[in-house]
């Protein structure tokens, strides 16, 4: 089927006029139907001559004729038409993936973009002691710290910066910058004494 008016997309309206058209064709079947249900029950089959082979007159011969070549025809509209309708779905249907797809890719490449402009981290958490302060403060394993203090990836050398930050912060809150799940996430922590060792656990 070529897209209606000529290489222009189907559009639902499309598939509706079609379904309307449908309905159409099937009313207009069904009236011959009932024609031929008036005519004593001549079906499509049965014939119309009598026992010695003169056409019957106690039927409209031309009428049942008629109704009976307008059900050929119609039917054969009918079936090209859902054709043409189950075509249209299929396009309708096919451009719907076709633009998730699209959608799915501009998503992947905003977060990509988003990536590229997340800062290096330095260190990541590999434990967080249940009921410490960094699990107070919401710290989860596998966080990418970016920032802690005053410490980030130019001027970390090594976990000592973390610890002497750590040391000089007790009982005051630090910010501490992580990346999770590819987003950048800020965190309030406050080193402190608690039943385990060290001020964060």
């Not at 802690?148 to 005051?172: D, K, W, Y």
């Amino acid at each position: 089927m070529a897209e209606p008016g000529g290489g222009r997309p189907v559009t639902i309206s499309d598939v509706q006029q079609l379904v309307r058209r449908k309905d159409e064709i099937e009313a207009q079947i069904k009236a011959c139907y009932e024609l031929l249900e008036g005519q004593k029950g001549v079906g499509m089959h049965e014939p119309l001559v009598d026992a010695e082979g003169f056409p019957r007159n106690d039927i409209d011969l031309y009428q049942v004729r008629t109704a009976r070549h307008n059900i050929i025809c119609l039917q054969n509209d009918h079936k090209a038409l859902m054709k043409q309708v189950e075509e249209a779905l299929h396009q309708l249907h096919a451009r719907e993936k076709e633009k998730q797809a699209r959608d799915e890719a501009e998503a992947l490449a905003e977060a990509m973009i988003q990536n590229q402009n997340l800062p290096q981290p330095f260190a990541k958490v590999n434990a967080v002691t249940p009921g410490s302060p960094a699990s107070v403060s919401g710290l989860q394993v596998d966080d990418e710290i970016v920032e802690f203090g005053s410490v980030n990836a130019n001027n970390f050398q090594n976990l000592q910066n973390i610890a002497t930050v750590v040391q000089h912060s007790e009982g005051r809150p630090l910010s501490v910058t992580v990346i999770r799940g590819g987003r950048r996430v800020h965190v309030g922590l406050t080193p402190k004494r608690w039943a385990g060792k060290g001020l964060l656990g």
